[in-house]
Structure formats: C-alpha cells, structure tokens
C-alpha cells in the first residue's frame, strides 16, 4: 500500500503523471487543481477572479486543505497531485516535478489554448498569489528538494518516462 503525492507548479506534468501513475498501479487519483476549479465553477467565477477572492478569503484554501488532509487520513493506494498535499500528508511518498519557466509557460499555454504571453501573466500572477497564501496560511516559503523523496526535471522527458521513473522508486 502506498500514499504518493505529487508536487509541481502549473505546466511541470503533475496532472498528467498523475493520472497515469495512478492507472498504472490501479490506484485513486486526486487532483487538488480540479477541485479548486471546481470551487471556482460553482461560484461563478474565472480561475483568476476566484484566486483573488482566495486571497482575501481564507476559507476555500482551508476548505480544499481539510479535504486533501482528510483524505490522505483515510485512505491507501492513491495519487494526490497538489502543491500541499506533501505537507497535509506527511506520511506519503513525495514526489516534485518540476521545469524551467519558460517549458511551464508554453504547456499552460498549450493546455489551456491561450497565447504564451496570457499564459505567462497568468502564471506568474497565480504563482505569486498562492506563494502569499502559503507563507501566510502555513509558514511555508521554500519547496526545496530536501523535503521530496524525488525530484525529477520534466522539461526534456515525456510524460511516460517520468511515470518509469516514479515507478523505480515506489515501492508496492
């Protein structure tokens, strides 16, 4: 039985190795960046409109953090991709993508079908709010390597060679 978490910022793969790595070992997958969306669906803002309000308003960050810690709590066998879930779930493996900036951009970009540059303000812009928030919320102000179990550069490998990579070091 394993607790695997996945950290990285937007556009280092977290999602989509995730969910292949959970597939793969027949696990759950969790997505904290899904269910913040969904949060800011149902109330009725833009992803950016709803990262201002969490700013001012702390009870969606804790919301989203209660969940991800209860259900690290709760269960075995499954993936959470969050930038937190390493911490609300210390007994986890932890894994942290990450890439260069510029790599990042242009997968948000991609993904999210905006040009570079929209994806560029947008990723700095949330980049820096989420930073505010942890500093304030929770005293974290650095993701150095040292508190990850591994840290793989995504930028020049495909997404399967980092699953084949997380699967080496995890342990069933």
């Not at 953090?65 to 210390?90: C, M, Q, T, Y």
């Not at 980049?127 to 500093?135: D, F, G, H, L, S």
């Not at 005293?139 to 490998?157: P, R, S, Y």
Request: net charge negative; hydrophobic share 40%; charged share 35%.
């Amino acid at each position: 039985m394993a607790k695997i978490t996945i950290f990285g910022l937007a556009g280092t793969g977290t999602s989509s190795v995730g969910k292949i790595l959970a597939a793969k070992l027949g696990y759950t997958f969790l997505s904290s960046g899904m269910l913040f969306r969904k949060m800011a669906q149902e109330n009725d803002m833009s992803l950016q409109d709803f990262e201002k309000l969490t700013n001012q308003d702390p009870q969606y960050d804790k919301k989203l953090d209660r969940e991800i810690k209860n259900f690290g709590e709760k269960n075995d066998n499954f993936v959470v991709e969050s930038r937190l879930a390493w911490h609300f779930i210390p007994d986890s493996i932890k894994i942290k993508l990450e890439c260069d900036f510029e790599t990042r951009v242009k997968r948000v970009a991609a993904r999210d079908k905006i040009s570079f540059e929209e994806a560029r303000e947008h990723t700095e812009f949330r980049e820096k709010m989420i930073a505010e928030r942890y500093r304030k919320y929770y005293g974290i102000t650095d993701f150095t390597d040292e508190k990850f179990d591994l840290v793989i550069d995504t930028a020049n490998i495909d997404v399967e060679a980092v699953v084949g990579k997380i699967e080496k070091v995890v342990v069933i």
